[in-house]
Each structure stands twice: as C-alpha cells, then as structure tokens.
C-alpha cells in the first residue's frame, strides 16, 4: 500500500491529522518525510490586496481554468475517438 498522509510533528512524535485506514495499531510501516507550506486560502486575501493585485490575480485564476478546460477538452475527444475506434 502506498499513502500520503498529512502530519503534525509534535513532541518528537508524527502525529496523523486524520485516521489512516488499512493500517493496524502498532504496525510498523516506511515513511518518506516531504514538508510543505500550508495552502491558504483565497479568502484570507480578502482586503489585503491593492485593485491592480486583485486584477493580476483574476488574470491569473482565469488563465489555470483555461488550461483545465482545454485539459478536460482532450481529454473528452481522446475518450470519444477510443471508443469509436471500437
């Protein structure tokens, strides 16, 4: 089984944020450290941006759901002509 499970490192010991399933009470298992920032969230810009930063970001935001609309464009066409291929 491969996982990635988010922890906390408290007191010298990793400590999951949620339960991990499929594994048993003092089982022992390998693990790959891999930190990373913290996403925050949109919301907490709130008011913290200037009208020309908040025009950069919308640019920006439009820009990545372009991509993952073209993405999701091929994809739909490459399911279609799989199965017309029959």
């Known amino acids: 089984m491969t996982k990635t499970v988010e922890v906390i490192y ?3 010991v990793l400590k999951p944020i949620e339960p991990i399933k499929g594994i048993k ?3 022992r298992v390998l693990v790959i450290l891999c930190s990373h920032p913290i996403k925050k969230g949109l919301r907490e810009l709130v008011g913290t941006l200037s009208h020309e930063e908040a025009e950069v970001m919308q640019k920006l935001i439009d820009e ?3 991509k993952i609309e073209a993405q999701k464009d091929r994809s739909s066409y490459s399911s279609a002509s ?4 029959g």
């Open 25 to 27: 009470e003092h089982e």
């Open 64 to 66: 990545e759901f372009e």
């Open 82 to 85: 799989t199965c017309d291929r």
């Open 10 to 12: 408290e007191e010298n």
